[in-house]
């Protein structure tokens, strides 16, 4: 059977034996090459050993796991964050981790997450074409709202709609989430993975546009939604989509 190397990153004993165990028993795929507790130990330690997939906490005895993602980690190492934390998700994803598990950790979540970055990589080493953005049906955005964490595939969110220091989040199933967040931070985390910009309040996914009706200043989504553009953005949507005016 073919290994991948994993290592993981957490400050609590009792979370590093409960992740050893399940790689254990639910991913014999992976070998486990080191544990550290902290980001100066994982950051020494990377420099002897990279692993396929870090398992990282994000509140750590010296810092946290962001400070480890700025300072290291090797492009090709896929990144499972798991904490206690759910109103982290967003920043989370800005640096393009991989996956957003909660604690405690469920272990078909971790085998099934496993599962998929292993298939990944295989296909990245093979050199088989392989779309590696936020839109992959691998990569997931965790959203917090009041009392959970949505964790949904970008496909599967149609725009974001600004409500003052709040973000609606609608999604292609017609539900939406509200969410403590402010809409700049949606558009730094999706703008470079087909999220578009076009007005103050309103941030689209390019895959759900329909029709860009330009002398109405609005564009038209495939679920019936007219979405205005404004002024401002309106050389945005000319550029990005190479809109000639006439």
Same mark, same amino acid.
């Given at each position: 059977?073919?290994?991948?190397?994993?290592?993981?990153?957490?400050?609590?004993?009792?979370?590093?034996?409960?992740?050893?165990?399940? +790689?254990?028993?639910?991913?014999?795929?992976?070998?486990?090459?080191?544990?550290?507790?902290?980001?100066?130990?994982?950051?020494?330690?990377?420099?002897? @050993?990279?692993?396929?997939?870090?398992?990282?906490?994000?509140?750590?005895?010296?810092?946290?796991?962001?400070?480890?993602?700025?300072?290291?980690?090797?492009?090709?190492?896929?990144?499972?964050?798991?904490?206690?934390?759910?109103?982290?998700?967003?920043?989370?994803?800005?640096?393009?981790?991989?996956?957003?598990?909660?604690?405690?950790?469920?272990?078909?979540?971790?085998?099934?997450?496993?599962?998929?970055?292993?298939? +990944?990589?295989?296909?990245?080493?093979?050199?088989?074409?392989?779309?590696?953005?936020?839109?992959?049906?691998?990569?997931?955005?965790?959203?917090?709202?009041?009392?959970?964490?949505?964790?949904?595939?970008? $496909?599967?969110?149609?725009?974001?709609? @600004?409500?003052?220091?709040?973000? +609606?989040?609608? +999604?292609?199933?017609?539900?939406?989430?509200?969410?403590?967040?402010?809409?700049?931070?949606?558009?730094?985390?999706?703008?470079?993975?087909?999220?578009?910009?076009?007005?103050?309040?309103?941030?689209?996914?390019?895959?759900?546009?329909?029709?860009?009706?330009?002398?109405?200043?609005?564009?038209?989504?495939?679920?019936?939604?007219?979405?205005?553009?404004?002024?401002?953005?309106?050389?945005?949507?000319?550029? $990005?989509? $190479?809109?000639?005016?006439?």
């Amino acid at each position: 059977m073919k290994k991948y190397t994993v290592a993981i990153v957490d400050d609590e004993i009792d979370s590093q034996i409960t992740l050893r165990s399940f +790689l254990e028993e639910y991913c014999p795929s992976v070998e486990l090459i080191g544990t550290y507790s902290g980001v100066n130990d994982c950051i020494n330690g990377l420099k002897l @050993a990279v692993p396929d997939i870090l398992l990282l906490d994000i509140s750590l005895s010296d810092g946290t796991g962001f400070d480890i993602l700025r300072k290291t980690t090797d492009p090709d190492t896929k990144v499972i964050m798991i904490t206690a934390h759910g109103h982290y998700a967003v920043e989370a994803f800005k640096y393009k981790v991989d996956d957003y598990l909660l604690k405690p950790v469920n272990p078909k979540d971790l085998q099934n997450s496993i599962t998929d970055l292993t298939d +990944l990589i295989d296909k990245q080493r093979n050199q088989i074409p392989y779309h590696n953005t936020l839109h992959s049906a691998l990569k997931k955005l965790g959203i917090p709202s009041k009392d959970k964490l949505h964790i949904t595939t970008l $496909k599967d969110i149609v725009r974001c709609e @600004a409500d003052s220091n709040y973000t +609606l989040v609608f +999604l292609k199933d017609e539900s939406r989430i509200i969410v403590p967040k402010t809409i700049k931070i949606f558009e730094e985390t999706l703008g470079d993975n087909g999220f578009i910009r076009v007005h103050q309040s309103h941030l689209i996914n390019q895959e759900h546009i329909n029709t860009i009706l330009l002398k109405k200043s609005c564009i038209e989504l495939k679920n019936g939604d007219r979405i205005p553009i404004s002024r401002k953005y309106k050389s945005t949507v000319v550029s $990005k989509f $190479k809109l000639k005016l006439i």
